[in-house]
């Protein structure tokens, strides 16, 4: 009786929790009816280049014209939006996120990014999507127009899909839908809680060959023309196959990003390595393999004893340096908010500004296969860009005031924003 009251309690409580929820995510915008002309703003393209004084046009969604403010060209029936002394970027895209899998980390029935069992690649996180999520709205407002839902857990955690952040429901959202399978790969080292030290991980052997010999099963039942039996778990695999998935590997020692790269060339696979801690170490092995890397956060401090202290803000510019395809992360949901000031921190440690730009926008969407439709701003692509007041890498100037995706005007809305009014009134009236 005491475990009933105690399930209907909690039941209640997220019940009137999500109920309310609701009332803090703004309806998402309608189709782009209007063509818009933002006019005078520094435009930042996301290839490297940045034009003053620019001229952006966009109708039905897609981007019309990009160039200079002194074009003597007419737009007429253009909603015209004066951006002088502000800056326009492409929609910053948020790879390897929990966002709208998880809502509030203490409460267990909100959480809904991680299976149970280690080998789920059938598992697809966006039927999981949560479009209300009330950290979705404070992610946006800070450029974040696109993101990566990605599964957690287990040696391989399932499949990712990428997501446009003003949605009704999971299928409005998906932008790319299942097109990448994330494996995490075993550690050379191992950390004892009980004993508080770092040792060695004396079944790495055993659990390479493990995943091996999956992925060998995997390509065998792939290339069989008829299966007795089918086999969800190897039918989700079959896209590595084919080509019409990627396969993400999380990975931060030295030893694992040279061995799962080189375990995955066995079987014609090019990896994209998530974490990514040392990648500094090997830029020449990661060039010469055509690896791709997802850096973990700036705002960490190195795992090497003997790493310079400040080696995570280096490292972008290390990675820049040697040509690499890279892009960065922040790892959990609602802490996307500030992977732009991480690209920021990355600029004071030799990093070009207009790359730093890149690797929240044309990095990100190319490492995506995305790279066709989004991440410039470019003539043809969609219209996911915003408009901020100041730099957006500073957190002391970084205001975003206007944003679209693929036209439609958001609501930049959200509950931080509504609590800061209504505690500014009972000051107020104070």
């Known amino acids: 009786m005491k475990s009933t009251l105690s399930t209907l309690a909690c039941t209640c409580f997220l019940f009137f929790t999500f109920k309310s929820s609701a009332q803090h995510v703004p309806a998402p915008a309608g189709t782009q009816t209007q063509p818009i002309l933002i006019k005078g703003a520094t435009a930042h393209l996301g290839n490297g280049e940045a034009i003053e004084n620019s001229m952006v ?65 059938n598992i697809r996180s966006i039927v999981a999507y949560n479009t209300d999520s009330e950290v979705i709205p404070t992610v946006r407002s800070m450029g974040v127009l696109m993101a990566e839902t990605t599964p957690q857990g287990g040696r391989i955690s399932g499949t990712s899909s990428i997501v446009q952040l003003d949605a009704w429901n999971w299928e409005d959202a998906s932008y790319a839908m299942d097109y990448a399978i994330h494996m995490n790969w075993p550690s050379v080292t191992s950390f004892n809680f009980r004993e508080r030290r770092v040792s060695r991980n004396d079944k790495y052997a055993e659990q390479v060959q493990e995943i091996e010999a999956y992925f060998q099963l995997a390509e065998a ?135 730093a730009i890149q690797a929240l926008t044309s990095n990100t969407a190319k490492i995506m296969g995305i790279d066709q439709t989004v991440g410039t701003i470019e003539t043809g692509k969609d219209a996911t860009l915003f408009i901020s ?21 958001i609501n930049l809305d959200n509950k931080q924003e509504m609590l800061y009014r209504k505690f500014q009134q009972k000051y107020k009236q104070r």
Not at 75 to 89: Q, S, V
Not at 306 to 325: S, Y
Not at 391 to 405: E, P, W, Y
């Open 57 to 121: 046009a966009f109708d039905q969604g897609k981007i019309t014209f990009v160039g200079s403010a002194t074009v003597k060209r007419g737009f007429p029936n253009h909603r015209e939006i004066a951006a002088d002394g502000k800056h326009l970027y492409p929609g910053f895209i948020a790879p390897n996120t929990t966002l709208g899998l998880n809502e509030i980390g203490a409460i267990s029935a909100t959480r809904d990014y991680d299976e149970i069992g280690s080998v789920n690649p």
């Open 389 to 409: 007041e100041g730099d957006v890498l500073d957190m002391r100037t970084s205001k975003v005031t206007n944003a679209f995706i693929q036209g439609r005007e």
């Open 221 to 355: 039942y792939n290339q069989k023309d008829k299966v007795a039996t089918t086999n969800l778990r190897f039918e989700a695999m079959n896209g590595l196959f084919d080509g019409s998935k990627r396969i993400f590997i999380h990975a931060n020692d030295v030893a694992a990003m040279q061995e799962a790269v080189l375990t995955m060339e066995k079987f014609n696979l090019t990896p994209i390595i998530v974490g990514g801690r040392d990648s500094w170490m090997i830029t020449n092995f990661l060039k010469e393999h055509n690896v791709a890397v997802v850096i973990r956060s700036t705002q960490s401090l190195p795992r090497r004893v003997d790493a310079d202290i400040d080696q995570p803000f280096k490292t972008p510019a290390m990675l820049q340096d040697a040509g690499l395809l890279w892009c960065f992360e922040h790892e959990g949901y609602w802490q996307q908010r500030n992977i732009a000031f991480q690209a920021g921190q990355a600029v004071g440690f030799g990093l070009a500004y207009e790359d």
